[in-house]
C-alpha cells in the first residue's frame, strides 16, 4: 500500500503570509494527487487535482506542484479563512490513502 | 445545488451492524463511482470503500474488507454502507463522496469533488 506523509503536522501563519504544505509519497504515483481543505466540523473541500489543477471555485491563491513522490501546497496569501486543516490523496491506486494532515493555525 | 445527504448513523454495540444510506441530488447518480471516507474523533481522513458507476466493482480498505459492503441503487440515487462485525474502532463520521473524473492529456484522475454532511457511527457498549 501507498503511505502518505505531509510535513509539517501543523503550522502557525498570519494573514497575508505565503504558506506551504509538502506531501511524500512512499512509491511514484505520478500526478495522482489531490489536496482538500478541511474546515472544524464540515465535510472536506477539494482544491487542487492532478497535482496543479484548480478546482472549479476555488480561489487562484492556491496552487499546487510536484510529481512521482514530492508534492507541494501552496497558499500564496493566507486569508482568514484558509485558516483549517489540508490532507493530500493519492488517487494512483487503491487502498485509496490521505496524508495525516497538516493544521494551519492563526499565529 | 448538487447535493449528498448521509442517514443511519447511530449508537451501536460491539458486535453489531448498522447501515448506512446516501441520497444523492441534482446530478446524474448513474454516471459517478461513489465512495465512503471516515473520521475518527480528532483524526484525520480515512477511505473506506468505492463502487462503480453500475455497481459491478467494489473496492474497500484492508480494515473494513469481509465486514463492510458498499452498494448502491442508482433508480433511487442512493449509495448504501452495510456494516456488521462493528468495532469500537470504527466510531466516527461517515461521508460519502463524489468522485469526479477530468482527463488532461489523455490520462484520466479522480478526485472526491461532492461530500456530504457526515453521519455519526459510535460503536459503544
Known amino acids: 500500500d501507498i503511505q502518505m506523509t505531509q510535513s509539517p503536522s501543523s503550522l502557525s501563519a498570519s494573514v497575508g503570509d505565503r504558506v506551504t504544505i509538502t506531501c511524500r509519497a512512499s512509491q511514484s504515483i505520478n500526478s495522482y494527487l489531490n489536496w482538500y481543505q478541511q474546515q472544524p466540523g464540515k465535510a472536506p473541500k477539494l482544491l487542487i487535482y492532478?497535482?496543479?489543477s484548480l478546482q472549479s471555485g476555488v480561489p487562484s491563491r492556491f496552487s499546487g506542484s510536484g510529481s512521482g513522490t514530492d508534492f507541494t501546497l501552496t497558499i500564496s496569501s493566507l486569508q482568514p479563512e484558509d485558516f483549517a486543516t489540508y490532507y493530500c490523496?493519492?488517487?494512483?491506486?487503491?487502498?485509496?490513502?490521505f496524508g495525516q494532515g497538516t493544521r494551519v493555525e492563526i499565529k | 445545488e448538487v447535493q449528498l445527504v448521509e442517514s443511519g448513523g447511530g449508537l451501536v454495540q460491539p458486535g453489531g451492524s448498522l447501515r448506512l444510506s446516501c441520497a444523492a441530488s441534482r446530478f446524474t447518480f448513474s454516471m459517478y463511482w461513489m465512495c465512503w471516507v471516515r473520521q475518527a474523533p480528532g483524526k484525520g481522513l480515512e477511505w473506506v470503500a468505492n463502487?462503480?458507476?453500475?455497481?459491478?466493482?467494489?473496492y474497500y480498505v484492508g480494515s473494513v474488507r469481509g465486514r463492510f459492503t458498499i452498494s448502491r441503487d442508482n433508480a433511487k440515487n442512493s449509495l448504501f454502507l452495510q456494516m456488521n462485525s462493528l468495532r469500537a474502532e470504527d466510531t466516527a463520521v461517515y461521508y460519502c463522496?463524489?468522485?469526479?473524473?477530468?482527463?488532461?492529456?489523455?490520462?484520466?484522475?479522480?478526485?472526491?469533488?461532492?461530500w456530504g454532511q457526515g453521519t455519526t457511527v459510535t460503536v459503544s457498549s
Open positions: 463522496a463524489r468522485v469526479m473524473e477530468q482527463q488532461l492529456a489523455r490520462l484520466n484522475y479522480y478526485g472526491m469533488d461532492v
Open positions: 490523496q493519492q488517487s494512483y491506486t487503491t487502498p485509496v490513502a
Open positions: 463502487i462503480k458507476q453500475d455497481g459491478s466493482d467494489q
Open positions: 492532478a497535482a496543479s
